[in-house]
């Protein structure tokens, strides 16, 4: 049992309190999940052609790493919230990688893209937002999850939200019973795994179909053939949200919608704090079926 959570902001009259509504809705879902949480933020950027790269120290000296790193590629910004980094650079993602998986081998790359920022670690879900400051965050739209670990460890790499792409990320409740031999089949495809999580497995999958060109909708569609087990999946892009349910349908969510903003949540309770809810179009999902909202 975990709990998801995400908001997509229609209009920008809540862009500056995104952060507040999803540190609320992540403390909200702590009975679904307290072994560890996460999110990820978009932010508009200015230039498109920069990329964000977001990092987890797992102990490295910040201080040692920033003089080494900044010798090594091109970085316009980096910033320091508790032990994750930030670095804003010109270099591309495929060039970025390389340099740090070879010199800072023990370094997490949690997510890179243009937009995206993720922060994941284990622990309550109130202090892991307490953490990395949640509430001060702004954007266009979020997700998170907290997370009650079952098949595999309790580590920062085991947490979610998974980003095996640009731009992309995965948050999941539930279970897939054919994840190592999906994951096998993945590698030899070239995709890269770092934890024996089987929503790692999702996210690959769902990274795989887009750079080949298929459109997330019919992703996430082949998702129901593909997919074998019980989940409820919200996927972020730079764009958007999509949210799926398996055709079982036994995860629980709920979606909230407003003229101003959508909420997905596996409890409505989660929701309960957000602005002009009670006048909001709630509902379940439907199995089977993919919604999506800017992509």
Excluded at 52 to 67: A, P, Q, T
Excluded at 69 to 92: P, R
Excluded at 152 to 164: Q, R
Excluded at 273 to 287: G, M, Q, T
């Amino acid at each position: 049992m975990c709990g998801i959570v995400g908001i997509y902001l229609k209009s920008e009259k809540f862009k500056d309190s995104l952060g507040s509504m999803l540190s609320d809705m992540l403390v909200n879902m702590s009975s679904r999940g307290s072994d560890s949480a996460g999110f990820a933020v978009y932010k508009e950027e200015d230039k498109e052609k920069n990329f964000k790269y977001s990092l987890c120290l797992n102990g490295i000296d910040y201080e040692k790493f920033k003089k080494e790193i900044e010798n090594k590629i091109t970085i316009l910004n980096i910033e320091k919230n508790s032990d994750h980094v930030i670095i804003k650079a010109k270099n591309k993602p495929s060039d970025v990688i390389k340099i740090l998986n070879k010199n800072f081998s023990k370094i997490s790359i949690v997510g890179y893209g243009k937009s995206i920022e993720i922060f994941k670690q284990v622990g309550e879900p109130k202090n892991v937002v307490k953490k990395f400051n949640l509430k001060s965050f702004s954007g266009t739209h979020g997700i998170g999850h907290t997370r009650m670990a079952t098949e595999s460890a309790i580590t920062t790499d085991g947490s979610h939200p998974y980003s095996t792409g640009e731009d992309e990320c995965l948050v999941h409740n539930g279970s897939l019973s054919n994840h190592n031999n999906l994951r096998r089949k993945l590698k030899k495809g070239g995709i890269n795994f770092h934890s024996e999580n089987d929503t790692e497995v999702a996210a690959g999958y769902i990274s795989k179909n887009l750079s080949n060109k298929k459109s997330l909708n019919d992703t996430l569609k082949g998702a129901l053939k593909d997919l074998d087990g019980f989940y409820t999946f919200v996927v972020g892009t730079r764009k958007g949200f999509a949210v799926l349910r398996d055709e079982i349908a036994c995860k629980p969510a709920v979606i909230a919608e407003t003229d101003d903003y959508v909420a997905i949540a596996s409890e409505f309770q989660a929701m309960a704090h957000l602005p002009d809810v009670n006048n909001a179009k709630i509902f379940e999902p439907e199995p089977g079926m993919v919604y999506s909202w800017g992509n």
